[in-house]
């Protein structure tokens, strides 16, 4: 089983991103995502700088793919969305259909988000059919969902055309809106919002009147507000699940991928999680709930 490093969902000043990503170039990561994903005002690095960082960390030991925007809305986002499919070098992770039927015309290969709404063999079959050589699940899928699609997926005869990525460590990306709960959050309006999602740098914490953290607003994302931990569940995964997914949040979460990489190889055993991390979906149970 591989590891990767899925792409930053938070939005970091640009010398911080950079610094990071040198820093992953060391981590455990066989696979680092790369670029925006969830609001194009944040500008600190444009499509064109996260294409020449990808350049620049490309051949050296790990691989290398751009990431798409999740909610495209304006003919400026279309624009970068083509940029980022015509870099000429990398694989794009397509978290938009806009992009796969881009990728798609172009003959591209690509990496189907978990953004995407793929539910069934049937859709795999489809955009295998477009490219597709990596699918990564929708984060709110469980085990035997998953056990289930692949089962009619070798059925299907398709199986061995696509890798399974699974979203296994960090603050799952929940839904996406067209409004700006950070900017909200603010009294600001989202045309104006003056980026203030750079002063959250892991999403702003909201819970519920009686105490429980409920959820992590991340401009227009809403995220879990615990934080998904499969690090105990890399054994139930193996068999079905080709790369564990870990969202950055932090420098920690290199640390955190040294984990993964130790239980995959079977030298860390069982981990005690805290209060504030589950892993109910995988279980098929309520997203909030800690099983093991």
Not at 55 to 81: C, R, W
Not at 109 to 137: E, S
């Amino acid at each position: 089983m591989k590891l990767s490093l899925g792409p930053l969902l938070y939005y970091w000043p640009k010398q911080t991103t950079e610094d990071f990503y040198q820093q992953a170039m060391s981590s455990d990561a066989d696979i680092i995502y790369l670029g925006e994903t969830v609001c194009s005002k944040r500008r600190e690095l444009k499509a064109r700088d996260w294409i020449n960082l990808a350049k620049e960390l490309n051949h050296q030991g790990k691989e290398i793919v751009l990431s798409s925007m999740a909610l495209l809305e304006a003919p400026s986002e279309i624009k970068v969305l083509k940029q980022l499919c015509e870099n000429g070098e990398m694989s794009v992770e397509a978290n938009d259909i806009g992009g796969i039927q881009l990728l798609s015309e172009k003959k591209v290969p690509f990496v189907c988000g978990p953004a995407i709404n793929c539910y069934n063999a049937h859709t795999l079959k489809l955009f295998v059919n477009q490219g597709m050589h990596r699918w990564v699940m929708p984060v709110e899928l469980s085990r035997d969902w998953l056990e289930k699609a692949l089962t009619d997926a070798e059925k299907m005869g398709i199986r061995g055309q696509f890798e399974v990525e699974v979203f296994a460590h960090g603050h799952l990306p929940l839904a996406y809106s067209a409004r700006c709960f950070t900017a909200r959050s603010e009294n600001k309006a989202k045309d104006d919002c003056e980026l203030c999602c750079i002063k959250y740098p892991q999403g702003r914490a909201t819970s519920t009147q009686e105490g429980q953290q409920v959820f992590v607003l991340n401009g227009i994302q809403t995220q879990s507000g615990y934080c998904y931990n499969l690090l105990n569940d890399i054994e139930s995964m193996r068999g079905l699940v080709d790369v564990a997914r870990v969202s950055p949040s932090s420098i920690d979460s290199l640390t955190t991928l040294q984990q993964f990489k130790q239980r995959i190889l079977g030298v860390e055993q069982y981990v005690k999680h805290n209060n504030l991390q589950c892993n109910g979906y995988w279980h098929q149970i309520a997203g909030l709930s800690l099983q093991g």
